[in-house]
């Protein structure tokens, strides 16, 4: 570890601050301790009182499960060893530190008032990935349970963030720009990851997307920009990617497996990515190599992309995309640039690595275009339905390609599989004449004049009744049977929103406003074991409070049938003290929770909080937990400590 100071008022040429007095070092909010961060360790006034600081190094070698760290105003840099000749900076290296499940360590800044500013400002050009010997301003190694929030930063090349066999890290609510990888992690033991409302500018000047040629970006003079918002080398999984603005980015996220064959199922497993917007992405926005494994892809916004989806030489499945909604409003780069035509779909022919082995779903998205669906390459269990698929009409428009269409002659070249299926879309153009020769679309639509009530602005409204798509009924693999949709989960899952025996409208966008719904996540396990540590904990991925006296709750694992009743207690949010306990009902993944008409506390489904108990259970023995619950409102209860 970089030999800062635990103690007030060290400075690399050990400067004193003015203040020697030594005053309390912590606090305590809301039940945690709360120790104070400067730059310098001085002492500082916070809510009035005076407090000794020590340096954010200090602080986590002093931190306990459950503490907050709390950065106090001003411009944070890593530590500066003094050495024979110039300085040099180092991370601020974090090995071994825990919190504990619903006790994370968590390091918090006050928004623009707390800059981290990385000291590596020179860019090592030929760097292919981040690794141990790289930069970065935080790096943690064998650590789990902690929390970064409210932070801004800056200049930190090639990372910010280092992860090696870390896990349960969240990222939450920082400002950020620069950077290759922006969070890098390694190692099978390195899993569960959330990253929410996070920005993520990596060029703020945007010439990555207007200027710089894509080459140069992808293997020439501007390489360092190749990376994401997020990358990895051989991990497990469980990355989650939510309510995030990426921004003038080469790639959104890069994801690196190994090659061999019996690790294709354990590696890049369970990503949720959702409701994030893709801004100006100079190639990829969703980009897994190698494998992808279970992987939910939904509600999310594109606007202004290269490649969409880069699955060329990507093996695994289960991926399911749906309700996202992509537009163009400019082209990429300058005229002489080659490689501005860009498609939603990549593939390529594959000598190296076996085809996706389980099936892949898209359906009921919403996208224009001014460029291919799929240009070129090779898929195999590829289902595609339900989509509304437009393009733009050149009209003297420069950036329309006046050829884009479903799929160009290049795709499926040496004969089309049996398990790509396209039906049930909606476009403006004709099908493909091949389509018609491979029995696609039988039930799809082609409406010249169907439109969007206003996509330059991002409304996927449709103009007019788009007609129904495909039924959409998820069942358990083991049960199912013919060309039934199948899914991890642990019964058939049945969308809310299917007009029986025809499937929901077509596109993203609903007849009420809102999103087409999928099945909820259930994790897939990994099928060898590369990691001892990657276990589920159940947790919370949706809320459904859609019904008149039922609040659903999903959990990414099935809940083990309790002993005793499931003791719910619902409050509303003004009044936390005004309680009302129910009894809830366990059904798998399931937990239904009433919430009866008329009740004394005068909550609904739609505004009531929740306290769950302690003591449940997935089938797997782990205990519940509250990380990465999508609902604040929702808690579990303190334990509690028999005297």
Same mark, same amino acid.
Request: glycine content about 8%; hydrophobic content about 35%.
């Given at each position: 570890?970089?030999?800062?100071?635990?103690?007030?008022?060290?400075?690399?040429?050990?400067?004193?601050?003015?203040?020697?007095?030594? %005053?309390?070092?912590?606090?305590?909010?809301?039940?945690?301790?709360?120790?104070?961060?400067?730059?310098?360790?001085?002492?500082?006034?916070?809510? @009035?009182?005076?407090?000794?600081? #020590?340096?954010?190094?200090?602080?986590?070698?002093?931190?306990?499960?459950? &503490?907050?760290?709390?950065?106090?105003?001003?411009?944070?840099?890593?530590?500066?060893?003094?050495?024979?000749?110039?300085?040099?900076?180092?991370?601020?290296?974090?090995?071994?530190?825990?919190?504990?499940?619903?006790?994370?360590?968590?390091?918090?800044?006050? @928004?623009?008032?707390?800059?981290?500013?990385?000291?590596?400002?020179?860019?090592?050009?030929?760097? *292919?990935?981040?690794?141990?010997?790289?930069?970065?301003?935080? #790096?943690?190694?064998?650590?789990?349970?902690?929390?970064?929030?409210?932070?801004?930063?800056?200049?930190?090349?090639?990372?910010?963030?280092?992860?090696?066999?870390?896990?349960?890290?969240?990222?939450?609510?920082?400002?950020?720009?620069?950077?290759?990888?922006?969070?890098?992690? #390694?190692?099978?033991?390195?899993?569960?990851?959330?990253?929410?409302?996070?920005?993520?500018?990596?060029?703020?000047?945007?010439? /990555?997307?207007?200027?710089? *040629?894509?080459?140069? &970006?992808?293997?020439?003079?501007?390489?360092?920009? =190749?990376?994401?918002?997020?990358?990895?080398?051989?991990?497990?999984?469980?990355?989650?990617?939510?309510?995030?603005?990426?921004? =003038?980015? !080469?790639?959104?996220?890069?994801?690196?497996?190994?090659?061999?064959?019996?690790?294709?199922?354990?590696?890049?497993?369970?990503?949720?990515?959702?409701?994030?917007?893709?801004?100006?992405?100079?190639?990829?926005?969703?980009?897994?190599?190698?494998?992808?494994?279970?992987?939910?892809?939904?509600?999310?916004?594109?606007?202004?992309?290269?490649?969409?989806?880069?699955?060329?030489?990507?093996?695994?499945?289960?991926?399911?995309?749906?309700?996202?909604?992509?537009?163009?409003?400019?082209?990429?780069?300058?005229?002489? &640039?080659?490689?501005?035509? @860009?498609?939603?779909?990549? !593939?390529?022919?594959?000598?190296?690595?076996?085809?996706?082995?389980?099936?892949?779903?898209?359906?009921?998205?919403?996208?224009?275009?001014?460029? !291919?669906?799929?240009?070129?390459?090779?898929?195999?269990?590829?289902?595609?339905?339900?989509?509304? +698929?437009?393009?733009?009409?050149?009209?003297?428009? $420069?950036?329309?390609?006046?050829?884009?269409?479903?799929?160009?002659?290049?795709?499926?070249?040496? @004969?089309?599989?049996?398990?790509?299926?396209?039906?049930?879309?909606?476009?403006?153009?004709?099908?493909?004449?091949?389509?018609?020769?491979?029995?696609?679309?039988?039930?799809?639509? +082609?409406?010249?004049?169907?439109?969007? *009530?206003?996509?330059?602005?991002?409304? !996927?409204?449709?103009?007019?009744?788009?007609?129904?798509?495909? *039924?959409?009924?998820?069942?358990?693999?083991?049960?199912?049977?013919?060309?039934?949709?199948?899914?991890?989960?642990?019964?058939?899952?049945?969308?809310?929103?299917?007009?029986?025996?025809?499937?929901?409208?077509?596109?993203?966008?609903?007849?009420?406003?809102?999103?087409?719904?999928?099945?909820?996540?259930?994790?897939?396990? $990994?099928?060898?074991?590369?990691?001892?540590?990657?276990?589920?904990?159940?947790?919370?991925?949706? +809320?459904?409070?859609?019904?008149?006296?039922?609040?659903?709750?999903?959990?990414?694992?099935?809940?083990?049938?309790?002993?005793?009743?499931?003791?719910?207690?619902? %409050?509303?949010?003004?009044?936390?003290?005004?309680?009302?306990?129910?009894?809830?009902?366990?059904?798998?993944?399931?937990?239904?929770?009433?919430?009866?008409?008329?009740?004394?506390? &005068?909550?609904?489904?739609?505004?009531?909080?929740? /306290?769950?108990?302690?003591?449940?259970?997935?089938?797997?023995?782990?205990?519940?937990?509250?990380?990465?619950?999508?609902?604040?409102?929702?808690?579990?209860?303190?334990? +509690?400590?028999?005297?």
């Amino acid at each position: 570890m970089a030999p800062t100071s635990a103690t007030p008022c060290s400075g690399s040429a050990n400067t004193l601050c003015y203040d020697q007095t030594v %005053y309390p070092l912590d606090t305590v909010e809301n039940g945690r301790r709360i120790l104070f961060a400067t730059y310098k360790g001085d002492n500082r006034t916070w809510n @009035g009182n005076i407090y000794s600081t #020590r340096t954010i190094a200090g602080c986590l070698r002093a931190a306990q499960p459950g &503490d907050i760290v709390q950065l106090l105003p001003g411009t944070y840099w890593t530590p500066i060893l003094e050495v024979e000749g110039p300085e040099v900076t180092e991370p601020i290296d974090i090995d071994g530190l825990c919190g504990e499940p619903e006790k994370p360590i968590t390091i918090r800044g006050l @928004g623009q008032r707390t800059q981290l500013v990385g000291a590596a400002m020179s860019i090592p050009p030929e760097m *292919e990935l981040p690794n141990d010997d790289t930069y970065a301003f935080f #790096r943690l190694e064998n650590c789990a349970w902690i929390e970064f929030e409210n932070l801004h930063v800056r200049g930190c090349w090639p990372t910010f963030l280092y992860l090696k066999n870390s896990r349960y890290i969240t990222v939450r609510g920082l400002e950020a720009q620069d950077s290759q990888y922006f969070i890098f992690g #390694r190692g099978y033991d390195t899993h569960h990851i959330l990253i929410e409302n996070t920005t993520w500018d990596q060029d703020p000047t945007g010439s /990555i997307w207007t200027d710089v *040629e894509w080459a140069d &970006d992808k293997v020439g003079c501007y390489y360092f920009y =190749n990376g994401g918002i997020v990358g990895s080398d051989r991990i497990s999984g469980s990355l989650i990617l939510r309510n995030n603005r990426i921004i =003038n980015s !080469f790639n959104t996220f890069r994801l690196k497996g190994s090659k061999k064959d019996e690790d294709i199922l354990s590696q890049n497993m369970n990503l949720e990515v959702y409701e994030n917007l893709f801004e100006n992405t100079r190639d990829n926005p969703v980009e897994p190599e190698k494998s992808a494994v279970n992987w939910h892809i939904r509600h999310n916004i594109i606007k202004n992309a290269h490649a969409w989806f880069s699955f060329d030489n990507v093996a695994g499945g289960y991926w399911y995309i749906y309700g996202n909604r992509g537009y163009y409003t400019e082209e990429p780069g300058q005229p002489r &640039d080659p490689n501005r035509g @860009g498609k939603v779909y990549k !593939f390529k022919y594959n000598d190296k690595m076996p085809y996706p082995s389980l099936p892949n779903y898209i359906f009921n998205n919403s996208f224009m275009l001014r460029s !291919f669906l799929i240009k070129d390459g090779a898929t195999e269990h590829f289902n595609h339905a339900g989509n509304i +698929v437009l393009f733009c009409i050149p009209d003297g428009n $420069p950036i329309c390609n006046p050829d884009a269409a479903f799929i160009a002659a290049g795709f499926l070249k040496n @004969g089309w599989n049996e398990t790509v299926q396209f039906d049930y879309d909606l476009t403006n153009k004709p099908f493909p004449e091949r389509f018609t020769q491979e029995n696609q679309e039988a039930n799809g639509c +082609v409406d010249p004049n169907f439109q969007f *009530e206003n996509v330059c602005q991002g409304n !996927f409204t449709p103009a007019k009744n788009p007609g129904t798509g495909r *039924e959409l009924i998820f069942t358990p693999a083991d049960t199912a049977t013919g060309t039934q949709w199948t899914w991890p989960g642990w019964s058939a899952w049945t969308c809310p929103q299917n007009n029986t025996p025809n499937g929901p409208p077509r596109g993203a966008v609903q007849p009420n406003g809102g999103l087409i719904q999928g099945p909820p996540f259930a994790f897939y396990p $990994p099928q060898t074991s590369l990691s001892q540590t990657y276990v589920e904990m159940p947790r919370i991925v949706a +809320v459904d409070r859609s019904q008149k006296a039922t609040l659903t709750l999903a959990f990414s694992w099935p809940l083990a049938d309790s002993e005793d009743p499931v003791k719910v207690i619902l %409050y509303p949010p003004e009044y936390p003290d005004t309680k009302l306990t129910v009894t809830a009902t366990q059904n798998g993944q399931f937990l239904e929770i009433p919430v009866p008409e008329n009740n004394d506390i &005068d909550v609904t489904p739609l505004d009531t909080c929740l /306290i769950l108990p302690q003591g449940l259970k997935g089938t797997n023995g782990q205990a519940i937990t509250m990380w990465s619950c999508p609902d604040a409102t929702i808690s579990l209860a303190p334990v +509690v400590i028999d005297v």
